[in-house]
């Protein structure tokens, strides 16, 4: 009885564990996001503005 009692409470914390996981998952998946779409952003730009200065140059 013993055992069966500590199981249910290990399989228990393995699922709090396992929830609490993944809501942090998916917090950290939206706060990626937007910075990974902020620096591609930046690069096009930088790139953008790169190519436009070296045209004025030619």
């Known amino acids: 009885v013993v055992a069966g009692i500590s199981s249910t409470n290990i399989s228990g914390t393995k699922d709090v564990a396992r929830q609490s996981v993944k809501k942090d998952v998916f917090a950290l998946r939206y706060i990626a996001l937007p910075n990974w779409f902020h620096e ?4 096009t730009s930088n790139e953008t503005i790169r190519n436009s200065d070296a045209q004025d140059n030619s």
């Open 40 to 43: 591609a952003h930046m690069e």
